[in-house]
């Protein structure tokens, strides 16, 4: 199946451990004041979950997203504007005042393709708009995630998450069994992330145009060796 075809409707719930959305959006939310922010992308937007609380803040949010299903749980959520598209063809009717990308989505794109990205964001960002998101350290995916097996068993939903690390990324192959009437029914999918090391992120972002980088661990924490989510703040010049 498609990436979060199946997990669209249970990703809310298996994402709750290690994902602190209201704790990332005080980041997000006090580097909008400082930059006057009325608009805001939600780039990767998955279910919505922080694009409510941009919304709720009262920013004007446009969230996208290339899975229609997660799109139809993220409707659910909040009034903004949700888009299906590719994060690599990123293009908004007009430029906003910041751009966010949050929980991994960049670990979606392989190394040749960072700069690209980064570039379409430029182009739909206003001079001196901040762009902020995040990726899972080549720790948490070498050393946390890589060759490991994970799994939930819930009343309803079992989730079983098995892995296989290579010099570039991680495969994931997850198998959901989600209870339906009197039977459980299984469904599969494969994902990929690649490994993106500091130093290349930040060369990609200045080789885009993007400056005035910062780097922080969890959405304004120190860094360590073991951080395992590290967030990137940048400003179009």
Same mark, same amino acid.
Request: hydrophobic share 35%; with cysteine.
């Given at each position: ?34 930059g ?16 409510? %609380?941009?919304?709720?803040? =009262?920013?004007? $949010?446009?969230?996208? &997203?290339?899975s229609?299903q997660? #799109? ?5 959520k909040?009034?903004a ?13 007009s ?5 966010v990308?949050?929980?991994?989505g ?16 430029l ?17 948490? %995916?070498?050393q946390?995630? =890589?060759?490991? $097996?994970f799994?939930? &068993?819930?009343?309803?939903v079992? #989730? ?25 029914v ?14 290349s ?24 060796p ?9 400003k179009?010049?």
């Amino acid at each position: 199946m498609n990436s979060y075809s199946a997990l669209a409707n249970i990703y809310d719930t298996f994402s709750h451990n290690d994902c602190d959305y209201e704790s990332w959006s005080q980041y997000l939310f006090d580097i909008a004041k400082m930059g006057k922010v009325t608009s805001v992308v939600d780039i990767a937007c998955g279910t919505g979950k922080m694009t409510q %609380l941009l919304a709720k803040q =009262g920013f004007r $949010v446009v969230g996208v &997203d290339n899975s229609p299903q997660m #799109l139809a749980v993220a409707g659910q959520k909040c009034r903004a504007v949700f888009v299906q598209q590719d994060m690599k063809k990123l293009a908004l009717p007009s430029r906003v005042d910041m751009a966010v990308c949050v929980n991994d989505g960049v670990n979606y794109l392989k190394s040749n393709q960072l700069q690209g990205f980064f570039c379409q964001v430029l182009q739909n960002l206003k001079t001196g708009a901040s762009f902020v998101f995040d990726v899972s350290s080549p720790y948490k %995916l070498q050393q946390i995630l =890589g060759n490991n $097996v994970f799994y939930d &068993d819930r009343e309803d939903v079992t #989730l079983l998450w098995t892995n296989k690390l290579s010099p570039t990324h991680v495969d994931f192959s997850i198998t959901i069994f989600q209870k339906q009437g009197d039977v459980y029914v299984r469904s599969d999918e494969q994902h990929t992330q690649y490994i993106h090391t500091p130093q290349s992120i930040v060369d990609a972002l200045v080789q885009s145009g993007f400056c005035d980088i910062v780097q922080t661990a969890d959405y304004g924490k120190q860094i360590s060796p073991t951080s395992q989510r590290l967030t990137f703040w940048c400003k179009k010049a």
